[in-house]
């Protein structure tokens, strides 16, 4: 989008100009808009699940910026002579299931007919202007909390492929559904330095974006990052998404991956992740207590996975 | 039997699943002599080429590819005769050979296992043993392909240990395909199972059946 002659306006906090989760626009002192949207084709068979998904993707970009939710329109492309209305309807519920479980208001939408089904939501939240968390920020020392496992975009390749057994397939539609509504709560306690969530650039990708032009590096323990039942066996079978190899070739100058880290593991930190967790900075004093209050509060996986390091300029080692 | 697949214009997972199918169905055909022992599989990105590539890894292909145009050509061959009559003494895969080499065709190739049970080499002063046990394992390349594998046990485990001084040729050793064994159970007791970075952590019915099958078993 670079070069495009974007219209200016003071009280827009946070716009198209950084690479952040959604835009901010300041109506005042005390209150500020969040907007974001997102859409895309089924990841999964089962309609309603893909309505849980979609929203809860679409969703997370506020919860990521530290607001709440508030409205949402649908935005819907379907072939309704190929899959029927039945098909729509599922989806739809699915989407507004979780829109009850965020405290959203569903408003309005807008649907066309098109070959190809896609779904998903724009959504409005409001944030206080000076509690608005962005996705650079990290100061020397803090810790990295993730909120949810890693392997989505691997399942999502293997289920493409037929491969994936039930058992697996119901635990990443149940991580993907998960809405990061219960991590936001507990991190919004905190004196958290940056936050974002994981989508398609992968663990390694967005942790590039919250150092990028920084003189700050980052430390990563693969070892504590959590990771999906099966997501390794597929990986090792090739069965890794294109994206995952687009986001290594774009990051790879800035990634430095110490000798025991295999190019499975490798690929898994870069795979593209739908509805990913919530990926914190928090001062390293507080971080095992927000561990425990995260825990507590549902978000079970949560765990620390590094440390920002000023001996690493720029530079994300993973270990 | 050998087969060619041209993945051309088609993205990830496809390339690997019509590998995948092709091997598969190869496999239950009955009609067919044998399994296929070779494959080619022609795509036209990188992603698919590193997929494709690992996943005939995965299935025990030896895999070499080559660059033409824009295109990658893989081929993954299974070499069945090389594995039964070369013992290689890097390669677990080859595990079934072991017995019928080890009396006749190779004999002046031979087979040590080296047993570290400790983290010194002698008794007397402790600093001189643990120097002489570092000076012995950055030595221990001289024997060659006939290293065949290193055992650490007991005190010894604390040589595969992410702050040993050796670890970075024991590292080396290991990606040059020698085979490092460490005792669970001494791991255990020390509570350095996540300390361990080399090797692969073992018991002891391995170690035993892994000595009866050496040549020669060196103790330090």
Redesign the interface.
């Known amino acids: 989008m670079c070069g495009l002659p974007f219209p200016v306006d003071e009280n827009v906090l946070i716009g198209i100009g950084t690479a952040d989760d959604a835009g901010v626009y300041k109506i005042s002192d005390e209150l500020a808009l969040i907007q974001t949207v997102d859409f895309f084709t089924p990841i999964v068979d089962d309609p309603f699940d893909f309505g849980l998904i979609a929203a809860a993707n679409a969703l997370s970009d506020v919860y990521a910026m530290g607001g709440v939710p508030k409205t949402a329109m649908n935005l819907v492309a379907f072939p309704l002579a190929k899959l029927g209305g039945a098909v729509l309807r599922e989806v739809l519920l699915g989407g507004i299931e979780k829109l009850k479980e965020s405290g959203t208001v569903l408003i309005g939408g807008h649907s066309i007919e098109d070959d190809e089904f896609k779904y998903g939501l724009s959504v409005t939240g409001f944030v206080h202007p000076k509690k608005i968390l962005a996705n650079q920020g990290l100061k020397v020392g803090d810790c990295l909390i993730l909120t949810k496992p890693l392997g989505t975009g691997i399942i999502n390749?293997?289920i493409?492929?037929g491969l994936a057994s039930q058992s697996t397939i119901d635990m990443a539609v149940k991580i993907m559904a998960t809405l990061n509504k219960y991590a936001a709560q507990v991190m919004t306690q905190f004196p958290i330095t940056a936050c974002t969530d994981i989508t398609g650039f992968g663990l390694l990708g967005h942790l590039a974006e919250m150092i990028s032009g920084t003189e700050i590096g980052i430390r990563i323990d693969s070892?504590l990052v959590q990771i999906l039942p099966e997501t390794v066996e597929f990986a090792?079978?090739?069965?890794?998404?294109?994206g995952?190899?687009?986001n290594r070739k774009f990051r790879e100058n800035m990634v430095e991956l110490k000798?025991?880290i295999s190019?499975?593991m490798r690929d898994i930190l870069f795979d593209p992740q739908t509805s990913g967790g919530l990926l914190m900075g928090c001062p390293e004093n507080q971080a095992e207590n927000l561990v425990k209050r995260l825990i507590d509060n549902g978000v079970e996986e949560s765990a620390i996975i590094g440390q920002v390091d000023e001996n690493l300029k720029g530079i994300i080692r993973v270990e | 039997m050998s087969n060619i697949i041209d993945a051309r214009g088609l993205s990830c997972p496809e390339p690997v699943l019509m590998a995948k199918n092709a091997i598969d169905n190869a496999s239950i055909d009955l009609s067919k002599a044998k399994p296929i022992d070779e494959i080619t599989v022609i795509v036209d990105n990188e992603a698919s080429m590193e997929n494709v590539s690992r996943f005939l890894t995965s299935k025990s292909f030896r895999v070499e590819v080559f660059s033409e145009g824009g295109d990658f050509k893989i081929i993954g061959k299974i070499d069945n005769s090389g594995a039964m009559s070369k013992p290689e003494p890097s390669n677990s895969n080859s595990e079934p050979s072991i017995k019928s080499s080890k009396k006749g065709s190779n004999s002046h190739k031979q087979k040590i296992l080296v047993f570290v049970a400790t983290d010194r080499v002698g008794f007397g002063d402790d600093e001189l043993g643990k120097k002489l046990m570092i000076s012995f394992l950055k030595t221990i390349k001289e024997m060659g392909d006939e290293l065949w594998r290193l055992v650490f046990v007991n005190n010894g485990v604390k040589l595969t240990i992410e702050d040993s001084v050796v670890l970075e040729d024991l590292l080396e050793y290991e990606k040059a395909g020698l085979k490092i064994m460490v005792c669970g159970t001494c791991l255990t007791h020390f509570n350095l199972l996540d300390a361990k970075k080399v090797g692969e952590t073992t018991n002891m019915l391995d170690i035993v059946t892994a000595m009866q099958l050496a040549d020669k078993v060196i103790t330090v």
């Open positions: 390749t293997a493409k492929g070892s090792s079978m090739g069965l890794v998404p294109s995952s190899h687009r000798s025991n190019p499975v």
